[in-house]
């Protein structure tokens, strides 16, 4: 069956850096356009990040901008998120995803479980 299982979470200072991996299985990793999203306490899910199936093409959710750079490893059927200059507003418990390329989380067919990134002020 397929499995998204992302590690690289925990808890920083505002300002730190932390990269997330999502590690993919049971499916064809390259075909699949892969995405970050997050969800904070009470809140909805949001967008974070998308990369197309070849890596040609990303694209951010604006709060992220300059910050966070999404990329993959088709090799390792693997996609990680860069996070820098982190911010508290960034705490939140982020997935991937794997779906057509795109901002819409109900488009995305496969989901992980979710890592929690905490960041202190």
């Known amino acids: 069956q397929v499995q998204l299982v992302e590690t690289g979470g925990g808890k920083v200072a505002a300002g730190d850096s932390l990269r997330l991996s999502c590690a993919a299985s049971?499916?064809?990793?390259?075909?699949?356009?892969m995405g970050w999203f997050r969800q904070a306490p009470g809140k909805e899910r949001e967008f974070v990040a998308a990369?197309?199936?070849?890596?040609?093409?990303?694209y951010y959710a604006d709060s992220v901008k300059g910050r966070f750079t999404i990329s993959r490893d088709n090799a390792k059927n693997t996609v990680y998120l860069q996070m820098n200059a982190l911010k508290p507003e960034d705490t939140a418990v982020y997935y991937c995803?794997?779906?057509?390329?795109?901002?819409?989380?109900?488009?995305?067919?496969?989901w992980g479980q979710g890592t929690q990134v905490t960041v202190s002020s």
């Open positions: 995803a794997a779906g057509p390329y795109g901002f819409n989380e109900a488009t995305y067919e496969y």
């Open positions: 049971g499916l064809t990793f390259s075909v699949y356009a």
């Open positions: 990369v197309s199936w070849s890596g040609g093409s990303t």
